[in-house]
């Protein structure tokens, strides 16, 4: 349907909004804070509204040891309390191996002892001679006779 010619078309009236003006420099900041419900998101906040943090304290970058030192005493005490007990094991070792060898050894020498007394003692000589005569034969019949 079109207009009658007197009409005219309706223009709309001024808008009147009211707001708060901000200008540039007056404008708090905002800054984008994570979104405390999704890590991947983030939140704009005004900086005023942010609650003060205390600054994060300078690092300590001198050169730190390699192993703890509760770590190398401890290291320590393990080496040194093996190496003891290897120690003792082999004195203990050595110890009763020359106890075993006193022992064999004892007797060789009092076989040794016992021989040398009686071939240095009182010799008595004694001859004897004897004679053995072995026949042999056909067919696997052997005969001795002494």
Known sequence: MLPEPYQSYAQPGPVFRTAVVELHGEADPVVHVPDPYDPNRSVAVRRSSLQP?????????SPQPLLDPLAQRLLAGG???GAAGAGVGFGLGQLAAGIALMGTSGLAILVGLLLAARMLGPRQVTHVRQEVHQHASWFSSNKTQM
Do not use: K, N, Y
């Open 53 to 61: 943090v205390a600054p994060t304290p300078p690092r300590d970058l």
């Open 79 to 81: 080496v040194g309390v």
